[in-house]
């Protein structure tokens, strides 16, 4: 059957923008994570050193750019992915819907996570607390 | 009527198209991408609990540098590598630059070789 | 006794076959040089004359011969058998409905181009001879001008295999480029509106198989991202 031209949606613009711009910073951050990772894993930073780098207030709201730019371009990058291979309309309602949902919750969690130092002892791992 | 209600069939396409380096590059952009959805989170994650405790520190510590954990930690670094490399090469045709039908097909293959030879150098480093 | 080449052909006639089929056939090299059109003419008039295909001009201006070649979209006409590893492989242009053995049903692409509307548009009146370009204006259109439409490109994007209900794909999106690069066209605006669509034009990823598989050499990767340009410098 011969495929209607439903005309045009006016989206995709944005979406293709804001991957570009959450590039860019992450272009420029994510080295810095995995930089601090490799030194880590290296034996180069101790605790001490990595507790004063990364709770600082000025490294805590770095985190928190990062964080967003991250699920920024991860939202992009997914939502064109579920729209190239998922063909019908209810489908990718339900997926991207879910999408977003599980994003939004991981936005939340690392906010807090990043605020409020949050930090894990082994008699309850889900709970956290000092 | 039979003859009518037959549906002409699709010529092949995916199964039959031969694999450029080109097309090689955009689909490893999203197949790396896919990847570090899972591995950047995680280990962004790790990173920060690392820092908030000494317990954690030292678990994190010990699972990054077990076998596994060296082996995640590779991995993600390969996958970036290539996505970001690529990523700027995908930027420079965004703002009009190395556009030309040649500048396309060489950045596609600096872009692949850089990271076999990444791959390569951290798997001896790390 | 003069050298042959064998070919494998993709075969399918609805009146009689389920199901397509590949076909092998061997050909003699007459001539160097020899183009794989004049390989699908020996097989008609020699061999098998069911086998059906398109084909005009037979030297690339007419865009009739657009065929999967050894799994790349190509010319027939243009295309020699000496540079084809054999045996060579022929089949009709990907993701399309096959009418018969190598003819494809093109309405769907030549719709697609319609819905950019490829006229001029344009506000001044009429004037009594032609609309005048300078050669800078002009020369805006090279890389655009050249494109005969054979669906090489299009037929070749895997964004258009899963989207081309939508996606208008790499012919016509260098086409609209065209038209928003004529200094004669007034409709500009229009055609971005009609344009900036997530589906319609972003489902481009620069996989930049139209660029591999044009047999004009033109870059429709390169329009397209012209066009996503065009839209930034008009929103930001």
């Not at chain 2, 010990?62 to 970001?84: D, E, I, K, N, R």
Request: aromatic fraction near 10%; charged fraction near 20%.
């Amino acid at each position: 059957m011969k495929p209607k031209d439903l005309g045009t949606a006016h989206t995709g613009f944005h979406d293709w923008y804001w991957q570009r711009i959450s590039a860019v910073v992450l272009l420029f951050s994510i080295p810095m994570l995995m930089g601090i990772l490799l030194l880590t894993y290296n034996g180069n930073i101790s605790f001490e050193i990595l507790n004063i780098a990364l709770t600082h207030p000025i490294s805590k709201a770095a985190s928190i750019l990062f964080l967003f730019a991250l699920l920024t371009h991860m939202w992009t990058g997914l939502k064109v992915i579920i729209e190239d291979y998922i063909h019908t309309t209810a489908a990718r309602v339900v997926v991207l819907n879910i999408l977003l949902l599980l994003l939004a919750g991981f936005a939340a969690y690392m906010s807090y996570h990043i605020w409020t130092e949050l930090s894990y002892t082994w008699d309850c791992i889900p709970c956290g607390g000092k | 009527m039979s003859q009518k209600m037959k549906q002409s069939p699709l010529s092949p396409r995916l199964s039959i198209y031969k694999w450029r380096l080109t097309m090689f590059a955009s689909i490893a952009h999203r197949a790396s991408g896919v990847f570090l959805v899972f591995t950047i989170p995680a280990l962004f994650w790790l990173l920060l609990s690392m820092a908030h405790g000494k317990i954690t520190y030292a678990y994190g510590l010990h699972w990054l540098q077990g076998s596994f954990g060296t082996f995640v930690l590779w991995l993600t670094c390969v996958a970036l590598f290539y996505h970001m490399v690529n990523g700027i090469r995908f930027l420079l045709l965004d703002i009009g630059k190395t556009d030309s039908r040649e500048a396309m097909k060489l950045s596609a293959k600096i872009v692949v070789f850089s990271t076999i030879a990444f791959a390569l150098l951290l798997a001896i480093k790390i | 006794m003069s050298e042959k080449v064998k070919l494998e052909i993709y075969r399918y006639n609805p009146e009689s076959d389920d199901k397509p089929y590949m076909q092998s056939f061997e050909v003699p090299v007459e001539k160097s040089g020899m183009k794989l059109l004049d390989a699908l003419n020996y097989i008609k008039w020699h061999i098998d004359g069911s086998l059906t295909y398109r084909r005009s001009c037979g030297e690339g201006v007419c865009g009739s011969d657009g065929l999967n070649i050894n799994g790349v979209n190509g010319l027939g006409c243009i295309t020699a058998i000496e540079g084809l590893k054999p045996p060579i492989k022929v089949r009709p242009l990907p993701n399309m409905p096959v009418t018969r053995d190598l003819v494809v049903d093109m309405n769907h692409f030549f719709d697609q181009y319609k819905q950019i509307k490829p006229w001029l548009q344009s506000n001044t009146p009429k004037p009594e001879h032609e609309r005048l370009q300078s050669p800078v204006e002009r020369a805006e259109l090279d890389g655009s001008y050249e494109c005969i439409l054979c669906g090489c490109c299009t037929t070749s994007c895997p964004s258009w295999w899963w989207n081309g209900d939508k996606f208008l794909g790499p012919a016509a999106l260098l086409q609209a480029n065209r038209w928003l690069k004529d200094s004669r066209d007034d409709a500009a605006g229009e055609r971005l509106d009609m344009l900036e669509d997530s589906f319609k034009l972003y489902r481009c990823h620069q996989i930049m198989n139209c660029m591999e598989a044009c047999p004009k050499e033109l870059n429709p990767t390169k329009a397209i991202n012209d066009i996503k340009r065009a839209l930034v410098k008009r929103k930001v």
